[in-house]
């Protein structure tokens, strides 16, 4: 199992400019999340979703937008990227499995807004 | 309502030292309670967890930590650090039960093993 995987690792965008990181999990889990950290403040999650078609807004949503359109995958988009989304972002996802409760987290995509 | 709050952002230790990282929670009902592990440009992975039973918890690597309801805390501890330990860490709590439950994380610590 591959497990969590998060597409590009590194991204530079200009101020304006639109992207979408894509996350995709091998599980099956039900639960999937976006987070952003930033030094010194930890994670602050962006946006989730309890289940495959289905989105809600997080901590900070402003600025970003997502879709489930498959159960494996969570996309992240920036419509027009601010140098305020400097960032390494991160995918996670979980499920009620097992009584897990437990996270599983992708490697991280650091992007870059100049 | 649910908070986290982990004393000191860099913790250093010697090799062979106790490792200690603390972490205070504030619920309105009994949480669950995890320590996540962050290595260099990698993702978080889970260290231990606390959801019900017995209150003090094994993880991985030898950590362990255990739930202090009346001091509202879930401190980290090792016997003995190893120079591979040096990361950071995030301690985190949510509310029980199934579906889905909101994780709050704390601002975490780095620790740093000294030779």
């Known amino acids: 199992n591959a497990g969590v995987t998060q597409t590009p690792k590194f991204r530079v965008l200009k101020t304006g400019q639109s992207m979408t990181l894509l996350c995709a999990q091998d599980m099956n889990h039900e639960y999937m999340y976006w987070y952003r950290q930033d030094p010194g403040m930890g994670l602050r999650l962006i946006h989730y979703s309890v289940g495959e078609g289905t989105t809600a807004k997080g901590e900070v949503p402003d600025g970003y937008n997502v879709s489930r359109l498959k159960k494996q995958n969570f996309l992240l988009g920036l419509e027009s990227a601010a140098p305020s989304q400097t960032s390494v972002y991160f995918c996670?996802?979980?499920?009620?499995?097992?009584?897990?409760?437990?996270?599983?987290f992708g490697p991280g995509t650091r992007l870059t807004v100049t | 309502a649910q908070s986290v709050t982990q004393l000191g952002s860099h913790v250093s230790v010697s090799e062979g030292a106790l490792v200690l990282l603390r972490c205070n929670y504030s619920?309105?009902?009994?949480?669950?309670l995890f320590w996540y592990v962050q290595y260099p440009n990698q993702g978080l992975q889970l260290l231990l967890k606390?959801?019900?039973?017995?209150?003090l918890v094994k993880g991985i690597n030898g950590f362990e930590a255990e739930f202090k309801k009346s001091e509202t805390s879930f401190h980290l501890t090792k016997p003995s650090a190893h120079m591979s330990d040096a990361a950071e860490y995030f301690c985190a709590v949510s509310p029980p039960g199934r579906g889905y439950q909101k994780v709050t994380f704390g601002t975490g610590t780095k620790l740093q093993v000294i030779p």
């Open positions: 619920s309105s009902v009994p949480p669950y």
């Open positions: 996670a996802s979980s499920s009620d499995r097992g009584r897990s409760y437990e996270q599983y």
């Open positions: 606390y959801t019900t039973g017995a209150t």
